[in-house]
């Protein structure tokens, strides 16, 4: 529950792969959503790690299902993904969906990410090098069209207005990708600046190893105590006199 829960719709989590907090299983041939249980069924060449979910780009793809009705959450809502790309080419599918889709991939022609939607061409999303890196790529959705996108929480500009498929039950992921899958979610809510930019910061301390006191600074929402060593999240609280 590190991460941002504001209309949290699904979370697949490669340190906690089976489903429930702190249970990780290197065995496991199926990964647990934490959120509504649902799974996505690995395929026979994919590697589980202490971490993530390794492929060497092969044609195979991981997939889940789910009702339309909630994938159609995400049309005003959010995906984020944790990955790492070893090598960019044509195709790598990090996160999409059937029809018109968007993917957060490794673009073939320069180290960037793009939306791609299925049938149309690829939209710059971040002018980033993510070779060698682990990224954390994030991107809000209003009436299925992209609006915003950030790379390791900070705001990148793009252009296009390619859609996601909302109408589809099934989530792909994984196709032709040479890299590790460390963590997906998807919210219907569109996550703020400085939620994305949170998000970014857990997976840093989780999955890079990156120093917490780095990782947070400059986040609103969150600072770490280095004396303490203990993570402080902003909350909001509201007070009412008694009987009124």
């Not at 780009?57 to 339309?68: D, H, I, K, L, P």
């Not at 993917?103 to 999303?125: E, F, H, I």
């Not at 032709?176 to 600046?193: C, P």
């Not at 890079?208 to 999240?233: H, I, M, Q, Y």
Request: aromatic letters at 10%; one cysteine or more.
């Amino acid at each position: 529950q590190a991460y941002v829960q504001r209309g949290l719709v699904a979370n697949w989590d490669g340190i906690e792969n089976a489903g429930r907090y702190g249970e990780h299983r290197e065995s496991i041939t199926a990964w647990k959503d934490l959120v509504a249980g649902a799974t996505w069924t690995l395929p026979a060449n994919a590697v589980v790690g202490e971490d993530c979910v390794t492929y060497a780009g092969s044609a195979a793809s991981w997939n889940t299902a789910y009702t339309a009705a909630t994938i159609s959450k995400v049309r005003n809502g959010t995906l984020e993904a944790a990955f790492y790309v070893t090598e960019a080419c044509s195709g790598q599918i990090l996160f999409g969906g059937s029809g018109y889709r968007v993917s957060m991939r490794a673009d073939s022609n320069a180290d960037k990410l793009t939306l791609t939607a299925s049938g149309g061409a690829n939209v710059p999303m971040a002018v980033c090098p993510i070779l060698g890196l682990k990224n954390t790529a994030c991107v809000t959705f209003l009436s299925d069209t992209p609006q915003t996108a950030y790379t390791n929480g900070f705001e990148t500009t793009f252009s296009g207005n390619n859609r996601i498929d909302t109408t589809s039950g099934t989530i792909t992921s994984g196709k032709d990708l040479k890299g590790s899958i460390y963590a997906m979610r998807m919210y219907g809510v569109a996550l703020t600046a400085d939620e994305a930019r949170y998000n970014a910061a857990v997976d840093a301390v989780r999955f890079k190893g990156e120093d917490p006191a780095a990782a947070f600074d400059g986040c609103t929402l969150a600072r770490w105590n280095s004396t303490a060593d203990v993570l402080e999240v902003k909350i909001q609280v509201t007070t009412t006199e008694s009987g009124k």
